[in-house]
């Protein structure tokens, strides 16, 4: 798994790349804590280079959206596809976030 | 025949081989030995080699110098006394020719000249038959030493004309030194004679009338060139101008014949080539071709510009290097002594370098057979081996810690998976195991198998009666793994099945659970639950998904299919969350596969997936057997597809058949 950062203007796009799974679940869980303590709120996360996702996965995505509902930020997801897409649906994680076709539209989402 | 070249490459190869081994198999002790005094002695012979080699050069310089000397010397001595000589008939024949002297004159003059003179042995005047008139045929009086006395030949008795030393100043018009000589006449000895011719001018025309000689015994000359000493056998030699040998240590060689005869004797060119050059009046070295006693010699040769003879100073080359062996003889056990004395120290030093070194060899062996509490010898020094010791002494004391840390972490785990093989009793002893378990089990069949991918896993199953004749069947997957995802499933499956036997349906149950685990949800766990309710007098499933895996239904018409359901959020993510009640009937004989994420995500050695396609397939062809016969093949289906690659999640797999009323 690979993560890269890039901070737009109103949000921050975490692009993350190859396979989130029990043993890298937690990288990209401290990688956005760090983020939430630097004070991010806003977080899109590109997963259109994410293969495969784990229940450790979710469990860590789930951690970072409550976290991120305490201190009222918001966790979007753009280029959710394939597999990934199927595991969001599957375990109904696709209904709990705003899922956008590219990091842009989920930009013009948050205004 | 290549055989055969290749056996002594591999010799010397193995030879070369054998000495690194050797030395790399030797103490430090005999290494510094080894070197220190290698390259001692080297150097030594280095700075040997160069003082023999400068020493010898000056020596040999030196000796060639005092050679040169010493033939240049006698070669002035000779010619001192040959110039005396010269000097007494040249005197002679300046008073012959300028006066007139009476026969009584020449006389007196003739015998002062051999009485005054040390160096003249004898003198004679010899004129021209018949040159002092008609009536005196023959005048050529002599007077010669002997004993002491001068004695004096009849100047009147008949003379002979033909020796050389009258015939050749007559021929050549000049005063010469004759050959050397053995006189038969009166002297009895070796002589040579300087003859100055006379004449007298008349009508402007020089007239010969006789010459005027002063002999010179050579045994005089000897005496001079057997005074050369040089070195322990050096000598000299004179040779006259035409290459006879006139002094020599070897009197047998004296007027026996000329240099030029030795070197035909001995057949030797060198020598001939030598004696050419002498003769011609050069001077220079050269080495020596013979001598007596067969060693290389050296030569020096100069003339003697008077006479053209020629002196020759012989010394062997061998004696040349005698001061420098002596010299070298002292420098040698000098040498030797010190290389003695640097190798005792060498020793001395490299046994005090090593005695705690090997005492540490000693005592690391130990260490190394696992005695960490051999005890180490003293550090007495603050040197490398003091360090080496110190450090040692630390390792010692970490490596016991250490081995204390990993007793200890060994029993630890020994302790915990002791623990775990009993916490998997547990789980194992959670989950039903009495298939089918309840009346009203004519009506239906149910197989289930779980495979957790540590000792204790997420994943679990049930299935339990709710009144006489419903069902009610889970199969859930928490997420994560090990001991938390157990506990998680623990209270999970604890939760359904209480909640599920109030008689709710599958979304009522869901929500309740959903919301007590959701309450107060810190580890962020959740679990994914498929759970359907079977009336076994009608084969109608009422069911809902909370973020499970569709499950596949198996047709009587032997279709095989997913069920898309409408998947709620899995349990424990988030309070509130709703959940959609589905429903579908089986026909007697029609079977519902359930199944975790672990059956479509296991992972063949080249990383491929078995996927939903594969489990489709897979469960097409056992379409017609019971449940006991599918989810046995299953699970070896996915086992036989992994083909050894690590489990990374628990598989579970349930089958349900409505067998009808």
Redesign the interface.
């Known amino acids: 798994m690979d993560i890269q950062v890039r901070k737009e203007k109103n949000a921050t796009i975490v692009a993350v790349t190859g396979k989130m799974?029990?043993v890298t679940a937690p990288d990209y869980e401290q990688q956005l804590r760090r983020l939430m303590d630097e004070g991010e709120k806003t977080f899109v996360n590109d997963f259109s280079g994410l293969v495969y996702i784990?229940?450790?996965g979710?469990?860590s995505i789930?951690?970072t959206a409550?976290a991120l509902k305490a201190v009222e930020g918001r966790l979007l997801f753009s280029g959710v596809t394939g597999p990934v897409k199927d595991v969001f649906?599957?375990?109904?994680?696709g209904?709990?976030f705003q899922l956008h076709d590219s990091p842009d539209t989920a930009l013009k989402s948050v205004g | 025949m290549s055989g055969g070249r290749e056996i002594p490459a591999r010799g010397r190869s193995l030879s070369r081989e054998g000495v690194t081994a050797i030395l790399r198999n030797r103490g430090i002790a005999f290494k510094l030995i080894l070197l220190c005094c290698a390259s001692s002695a080297f150097i030594f012979l280095v700075i040997f080699g160069y003082t023999y080699r400068f020493s010898r050069d000056t020596i040999e310089k030196d000796t060639r110098e005092r050679a040169e000397n010493l033939a240049r010397n006698a070669v002035s001595r000779i010619e001192t006394i040959l110039n005396a000589v010269e000097n007494v008939p040249e005197g002679m024949a300046s008073a012959l020719e300028n006066c007139s002297l009476t026969r009584e004159e020449m006389l007196r003059m003739l015998r002062a000249s051999v009485a005054e003179n040390p160096e003249v042995y004898g003198a004679i005047l010899a004129f021209e038959p018949h040159a002092l008139g008609r009536k005196t045929r023959y005048f050529a009086p002599y007077f010669h030493k002997h004993d002491g006395a001068i004695l004096a030949t009849d100047p009147y008795a008949p003379a002979h004309y033909d020796w050389e030393w009258y015939q050749t100043p007559k021929r050549l018009r000049k005063a010469v030194w004759s050959e050397p000589y053995f006189d038969t006449g009166f002297g009895k000895i070796i002589m040579s004679t300087y003859s100055v011719p006379l004449y007298r001018t008349a009508g402007g025309v020089d007239r010969f009338r006789g010459v005027v000689t002063a002999d010179i015994s050579l045994e005089q000359l000897s005496d001079i060139v057997s005074s050369i000493r040089i070195l322990h056998s050096g000598f000299g030699i004179l040779i006259s101008k035409k290459g006879t040998v006139v002094t020599h240590p070897d009197k047998s060689l004296i007027m026996t014949g000329t240099i030029f005869d030795l070197a035909r004797k001995r057949g030797d060119p060198r020598l001939a080539d030598l004696g050419r050059r002498m003769v011609a009046g050069e001077s220079g070295f050269a080495p020596f071709p013979i001598l007596a006693a067969g060693k290389q010699s050296w030569v020096y040769y100069a003339p003697i510009p008077s006479s053209s003879w020629s002196l020759a100073v012989i010394f062997p080359e061998d004696e040349l290097a005698e001061d420098i062996i002596a010299l070298h003889r002292v420098v040698i056990v000098l040498g030797c002594a010190g290389l003695l004395l640097l190798f005792l120290a060498v020793i001395l030093i490299a046994r005090s370098i090593t005695k705690p070194l090997r005492a540490m060899a000693t005592a690391t062996e130990a260490i190394a057979d696992g005695d960490l509490d051999v005890e180490l010898p003293p550090a007495t020094s603050r040197d490398e081996v003091g360090k080496l010791t110190e450090s040692f002494r630390s390792m010692k004391l970490s490596l016991k810690d250490h081995i204390r840390q990993a007793a200890e972490a060994a029993a630890e785990r020994e302790r915990i998976n002791g623990e775990l093989a009993i916490a998997r009793d547990i789980q194992m002893n959670i989950l039903p195991t009495e298939f089918p378990p309840a009346p009203p089990r004519d009506r239906y069949d149910l197989r289930a198998f779980i495979e957790p991918a540590k000792e204790v896993g997420g994943d679990f199953y049930d299935f339990f009666p709710i009144d006489e004749d419903r069902l009610c069947f889970v199969v859930a997957?928490?997420?994560?793994?090990g001991v938390p995802a157990a506990l998680f499933m623990a209270v999970s499956m604890t939760l359904l099945k209480a909640t599920a036997r109030q008689g709710l349906q599958p979304e009522e149950i869901f929500a309740r659970v959903n919301d007590e685990l959701s309450r107060e949800n810190r580890v962020?766990?959740?679990v994914?639950v498929f759970c359907g309710i079977l009336d076994t007098r009608t084969g109608e499933v009422v069911f809902a998904n909370?973020?499970?895996?569709?499950p596949l239904v198996l047709r009587k018409t032997g279709a095989v299919s997913f069920i898309k359901t409408v998947?709620?959020?899995?349990l424990g993510?988030?309070e509130d969350?709703p959940y959609r009640r589905e429903t579908l009937r089986l026909e007697p004989g029609e079977s519902l596969f359930l199944y975790t994420?672990g059956v479509t995500?296991a992972m063949n050695p080249a990383d491929v997936l078995f996927g939903d396609d594969r489990l489709r397939e897979e469960l097409q062809t056992l379409a017609g057997g019971g449940p006991d016969s599918i989810a046995t093949a299953i699970m070896e289906q996915v086992k036989e597809f992994a083909s050894g690659a690590p489990q990374?999640?628990d598989i579970t797999v349930m089958a349900v058949r409505y067998k009808g009323v």
Do not use: P, Q
Request: no cysteine.
């Open positions: 799974d029990a784990s229940s450790a979710l469990r789930l951690a409550k649906e599957i375990s109904g994680f209904s709990l | 997957d928490v997420s994560g793994k962020n766990m959740f994914t909370a973020g499970h895996n569709h998947n709620g959020l899995a993510v988030m969350a994420d995500e990374s999640d």
